[in-house]
């Protein structure tokens, strides 16, 4: 990058000034060469950083080569270096711009044509969390326009840590301990070289037992070919014996590959060395499949889902655990799976006795021992099943007190399951002993979308212990929704708030609440005036948005006019 000569030309414009690589045509090259009105927030010799002027976040910012560099698909091996001093940068912006939560941003590159400004320019958005509809879809994640890398590199974690959080997770492979890395393995060589050996040996003594893996990420190796990178490591200190079977220590050679699968480079882009510390649990996702599971309905969560909700209520052992829409009890099995004891309720009174139409194909009619209970005897968790039973959400069952550790829940949005309540007022007086007769059934009646979410934060603020957790699904419609909407009360504080895209035009926020303060009746009257529960006014709203994919008539809302269109989404 120091001449013309090393840098592909631009349109026959790329011209040499002084030492630089410079695009007289190029806006980003004009903006770091100090010939736009733009300020700069960084400058130095390899990494320049300005703010993005349609920013996709609350922060948004460019970080780009000083040089010129014409995009990402032009990288090659000698420019990790450089894309590493960009991703250096983007943190320290952020860090000095007093954003402190480094896991809730996204950096990334757009993949050509997908770039408006042929000019190498990493995005730094924060908080990730807070990217509205567009820009989620601008910047998604693994998406074929839109690359970032699939091995993350933590520091400031002890191996206790590390497989803590293995033990837990449904969304991370493998953890390993960086004793290496370059990009070929000359540079490996160097750098696990330079590596304290006294880190190395304890896993390296006469005694022990270890093997070598080689893991590749989007290409696959021959067996000899794994063989020579195997052979490549003789130069590292191992005095154990070779046991492929059960080593006292596994050892890990990855190779990172890219994201393209219709572009794999001959040689890995980057290679990585460690000593392996646990995986992850992805398994759970295969061994509690819906699929396989003995109990399901229309809507059982799937088993990732049910899992990752788990953890984020913090689920442990010898928790009571509660979901006021039980269903068929999918996520009462994921928290079972983490000790904690667990109950629910739901309206259908088919679902929760297991009777009725079955959801599986090829079946007609539910079996006599399809329940709730039957999932949990299924996964060794039956002991940890307190009961479930028929129970309006709506209605107090429950005596006043902290009695949960979390909630944790998919309410119904009117989509494959109604939105019902109990419309009965009459006053329930328990029957005579000697009453044979049939039980009442009151009738059902509409269950506002914003009165389920009040009812539900009303619940957990008076029923969840301080410090419990609220863990709920939010259906938005997507061209309209903003952070604002999400629903809040004075005792629970929120901690996260996640997406998961259904359509173009729909999908559902995953809403994790921490419940800081015991509810006065001050609270509640504030968490009755608030406007954020207004979207979702009106039964099946969401439903009609859902299906239709347009937006609603011409309407009011804060005082403020908003304009909506109605149109087909085909």
């Known amino acids: 990058m120091a001449s013309s ?62 040089k010129h560099v014409g995009n990402c698909k032009s990288l090659r091996k000698e420019h990790i270096p450089l894309v590493e001093k960009l991703v250096e940068t983007g943190k320290a912006i952020l860090q000095k711009n007093n954003v402190s939560d480094l896991n809730d941003v996204r950096f990334g590159f757009h993949w050509p044509p997908f770039h408006s400004v042929a000019h190498l320019h990493l995005h730094v958005l924060a908080p990730a969390s807070q990217m509205g509809f567009i820009s989620r879809f601008i910047y998604r994640l693994n998406s074929y326009w839109f690359i970032t890398s699939p091995f993350w590199r933590l520091n400031g974690l002890s191996e206790d840590d590390v497989r803590s959080v293995m033990a837990r997770t449904v969304c991370a492979k493998s953890a390993f301990e960086l004793w290496g890395h370059g990009r070929t393995l000359s540079e490996l060589k160097s750098s696990l070289l330079e590596y304290p050996r006294e880190h190395m040996m304890p896993f390296l003594q006469p005694e022990s037992t270890y093997k070598i893996n080689v893991y590749t990420f989007n290409k696959t190796l021959l067996f000899q070919d794994r ?51 646990a995986d992850g649990q992805r398994e759970l996702i295969r061994s509690h499949s819906v699929k396989k599971r003995h109990f399901i309905g229309n ?24 979901d006021p829409f039980v269903g068929t009890g999918s996520l009462l099995v994921a928290c079972s799976h983490f000790g904690a004891y667990v109950c629910g309720t739901d309206i259908d009174y ?53 009695l949960f550790d979390a909630i944790i829940t998919d309410p119904p949005y009117g989509i494959r399951e109604s939105t019902r309540r109990t419309g009965s007022h009459k006053e329930i007086t328990a029957p005579p002993e000697n009453f044979a007769g049939e ?71 995953l809403i994790t609440m921490e419940k800081t303060k015991e509810p006065e009746n001050a609270d509640e009257l504030a968490q009755l005036a608030d406007s954020r529960f207004s979207p979702y006014q009106g039964h099946n709203s969401f439903r ?10 011409n309407g009011k809302g804060n005082g403020k006019e908003q304009h909506r269109t109605k149109e087909n989404d085909g």
């Not at 840098?7 to 790329?14: I, N, W």
């Not at 984020?312 to 655990?321: M, N, Q």
Request: net charge negative; aromatic share 10%; with cysteine.
């Open 350 to 402: 088919n679902t929760i006795h297991g009777v009725g139409k079955a959801s599986r194909k090829n079946q007609k009619w539910r079996g006599p021992d399809e329940n709730i209970r039957a999932n949990l005897r299924q996964y060794g968790t039956e002991c940890l099943y307190v009961d479930v039973m028929v129970s309006d959400a709506s209605k107090p069952v429950w005596r006043n007190g902290a």
């Open 439 to 509: 039980s009442h059934v009151p009738v059902s009646m509409e269950y506002h979308l914003s009165d389920i979410f009040a009812d539900l934060l009303n619940f957990a603020a008076h029923h969840l212990v301080l410090g419990g957790r609220l863990v709920y699904w939010l259906p938005i419609y997507r061209p309209e929704y903003c952070e604002e909407m999400v629903p809040l009360h004075p005792c629970l504080t929120l901690i996260s708030n996640c997406e998961q895209t259904l359509s173009s035009h729909t999908s559902r926020r």
């Open 544 to 553: 009609e948005k859902y299906f239709s994919g347009v937006t609603k008539k």
């Open 5 to 66: 000569a090393n840098t592909p030309a631009v349109d026959g414009e790329l011209v040499q000034k002084g030492q630089d690589s410079y695009d007289k045509k190029c806006i980003f090259c004009k903006i770091v060469n100090g010939e736009m009105d733009t300020e700069l927030l960084h400058s130095d010799e390899d990494a320049s950083c300005f703010r993005d002027i349609r920013p996709g976040a609350p922060h948004h910012y460019l970080v780009v080569p000083t």
């Open 299 to 322: 809507t059982s969560m799937d088993a990732g889902l049910s899992f990752i909700m788990a953890n984020h209520g913090r689920v442990k052992a010898h928790d009571l655990v509660y």
């Open 227 to 277: 063989i020579e990178r195997i052979d490549a490591l003789d130069f590292l200190p191992f005095q154990g014996k070779v046991n492929l079977k059960d080593p006292d220590h596994t050892f890990c050679l990855l190779e990172d590959y890219g994201l393209d699968p219709n572009d794999i480079p001959e040689e890995p882009l980057y290679i990585y060395f460690g000593r392996f510390i």
